[in-house]
């Protein structure tokens, strides 16, 4: 009878302990996989949710990337100068990681970007004797340099940024006119790339990009230069709206009017961009060593208000693109202050989902 007892008693102890052992390590799986919402199926039925990365970066965020976004830019991979730095010296093999990385897991790619002022290399505008070419010379080899782009990364590229910002900052400035395109070939570099990216690639969307695209004086010569390139028969399929705002600016309102302007252009709006700098421009004021609560507060609400405008836009905005993922990796860290550390994304420099990631898909 005793003896028996003993031996109840002891099994009771060993399920009593197992028990446990299963209920603790359940909590423990639990809290370690901690299962957050994954902005691309929230986003689903409104836009694509994409990340600008560079091919160091796919490592590190391969968790992040393949759960949350669908769609991928080269933050500088496809520029003129990473491509072809050197005349006759290509080098793609950062771009064809991107590109790989992208398919292999059924992502979009948004090619960024073909012609621009900033980022292309001398040589583009110079013959042998270093003298500058003319005219013809350089719509050769603007149409050489978008025809390989384009044949190279064609199939996985379904968007391409055709011309990055062709508009001018200046008052009474229509195109920049500090920029080797406009000044060799002139004013209808625009339409001559749209042309003839149309023609390497007649399924390719093409899009013109520009930043400060919501501010309403940009964005009138932006909309004036997308109704003339459309008068012209030039083919342009969508406006891609950069998004490098701040806590303070712009305005939901002034974002509103600007995507009711832009879609009355019956073509697509791409946000391709996006970030949201924790300063007013350029000042380092307030001083921070890392974002007070109040100043992620502050983010969480504005991201929040802009991503419900951009789902009221849902019909027009189909992609929404952040310009990096987490903030361990930004280009606010150094622009337009150098060394200024910055917290501009969704995500912490862990890898966390921050306040902000919250606001965007709790609604
Ligand atoms: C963008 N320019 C470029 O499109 C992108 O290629 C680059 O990596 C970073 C930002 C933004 C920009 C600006 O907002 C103000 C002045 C110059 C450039």
Not at 305 to 326: H, Q, Y
Request: include cysteine.
């Amino acid at each position: 009878m005793n003896r028996e007892l003993t031996v109840l008693r002891r099994f009771a102890i060993v399920c009593l302990i197992l028990f446990l052992v299963t209920l603790g390590t359940a909590t423990m799986i639990q809290a370690g996989e901690m299962e957050i919402p994954s902005l691309k199926e929230v986003y689903e039925p409104y836009f694509e949710i994409g990340a600008a990365v560079s091919a160091g970066v796919l490592n590190r965020y391969d968790e992040l990337l393949q759960k949350h976004f669908s769609s991928l830019t080269a933050e500088n991979s496809m520029k003129f100068s990473e491509v072809h730095r050197n005349p006759g010296r290509y080098t793609f093999h950062a771009a064809d990681r991107i590109v790989e990385y992208a398919q292999s897991h059924n992502m979009l790619m948004r090619g960024h970007t073909l012609i621009w002022h900033s980022q292309v290399p001398a040589h583009v505008f110079l013959d042998d004797d270093l003298e500058r070419v003319d005219r013809e010379v350089l719509l050769e080899r603007m149409q050489e340099h978008i025809q390989l782009m384009m044949d190279r990364y064609g199939d996985a590229v379904y968007a391409w940024d055709v011309v990055n910002e062709a508009i001018s900052d200046e008052p009474g400035e229509y195109l920049r006119t500090n920029s080797r395109w406009y000044e060799i070939i002139g004013e209808d570099y625009v339409a001559q790339a749209f042309r003839m990216a149309h023609e390497a690639d007649p399924e390719a969307k093409l899009f013109y990009n520009d930043y400060s695209a919501v501010q309403p004086a940009k964005r009138d010569k932006i909309i004036r230069l997308i109704k003339e390139l459309q008068a012209d028969g030039v083919p342009i399929h969508g406006v891609g709206l950069q998004g490098h705002w701040s806590l303070y600016d712009p305005s939901v309102e002034t974002i509103r009017r600007a995507l009711e302007m832009y879609a009355e252009l019956g073509i697509e709006i791409h946000i391709t961009e996006l970030d949201l700098s924790v300063y007013a421009w350029n000042t380092r004021a307030p001083m921070m060593w890392e974002p007070s609560e109040e100043i992620l507060k502050l983010q969480a609400k504005r991201y929040g208000e802009i991503f419900a405008l951009f789902r009221e836009f849902s019909d027009v905005i189909t992609n929404v693109s952040f310009w990096g993922v987490a903030d361990d990796h930004t280009w606010l860290d150094n622009f337009p202050v150098p060394n200024r550390k910055n917290w501009p994304l969704l995500f912490d420099e862990f890898l966390e989902p921050k306040p902000a990631f919250w606001s965007v898909v709790d609604f």
